[in-house]
């Protein structure tokens, strides 16, 4: 069976993305090779990309374009040649390469692409379906990327889940520009 | 100088508690022996507790009790003996056992408290004043307490800062009950 792992960086006050919906703030530090090894390792299977509307648009807007293969040729051809799954009831087509739009709900749809062969799946970015996914008992793994900053305001992964969910911390690795992996399965 | 350090238990989603104001969620896990004895030694210094009035309410309704003196003997008898701050425009008194009521903005008071001699000061819950205390960089060190649980809802100790702050990771260390110590100094 397919795994679905989530895989975000969040802020010491447990948001994915500030007031302004940037994720701007997570890309300070990238000056360590070793957190840049890891990182570019880590990211190196072929899962396929879930997303929610909102982080679809947002990274849609920013991957293909001249300036994104200006300044991260690597990750801006991996991105807009990876599978992507964008869940969305608005949206009538996705124009980002190698875009899969679907209209369901998204336990319902998850539920029945885990159950078909293919890559694992992963979810970046995407509050609003990993609040329905991870009640729903449908997340294998959540990596979580801690960086050292309070930002105030923005968007919580876990907003609106009906009730607290626990986790098994399963690795924690600290790097000299002061992130955090945190690996963990539901408890 | 004296230190003002703040020490507080952290939900995967940022929350140190919960939409009830509660912070029964991070008493999981104590049933790790490497963790209480990190925390016992951690916590035996001899620092004056900082608090707002809504934190100070809350531990004041449970520490002197029977209850809590049967149920956690030892961390009661410290709680109720330790010297203890509490910023608020509304109480008259404090009845809480060796309790200092300030009246003034929390920014001023601990800056003089900070100048005068005296062991270091810790805050313990307290959002709104660390939401004061941190922007004016009063505070020294923030000591995080991670817990495996997302709650869904609760309260940021960040929420109302006027601009992201940043931090400098000093330590971290994972314990098999799946919470991680972090401490960080302002960057």
């Known amino acids: 069976m397919r795994k679905l792992i989530v ?10 993305v500030d ?16 957190f840049e090894t890891f990182t570019a390792e880590n990211a190196s299977g072929d899962s396929v990309l879930v997303f929610g509307r909102v982080t679809y648009q947002l990274m849609a807007s920013y991957w293909p374009t001249p300036a994104a293969l200006k300044q991260n040729p690597t990750v801006a051809a991996g991105m807009n040649r990876t599978p992507k799954v964008v869940f969305s009831r608005i949206l009538t087509h996705a124009t980002w390469n190698n875009t899969l739009l679907l209209h369901g709900n998204p336990v319902e749809e998850i ?66 520009n002061g992130k955090v992996f945190l690996r963990y399965t539901p408890a």
């Open 111 to 176: 539920r029945k692409l885990k159950s078909e062969p293919g890559p694992d799946l992963c979810i970046l970015g995407s509050g609003t379906i990993v609040a329905q996914l991870a009640p729903a008992r449908l997340i294998n793994e959540f990596q979580f990327v801690l960086d050292p900053i309070a930002l105030g305001a923005g968007r919580s992964l876990f907003g609106g889940i009906p009730a607290p969910l626990n986790f098994t911390l399963t690795q924690s690795r600290a790097f000299s």
């Open 7 to 16: 895989f975000n960086h969040v802020s010491l006050d447990g948001c994915f």
């Open 19 to 34: 007031a302004s919906s940037s994720m701007q703030w997570a890309y300070t530090g990238s000056d360590d090779p070793e």
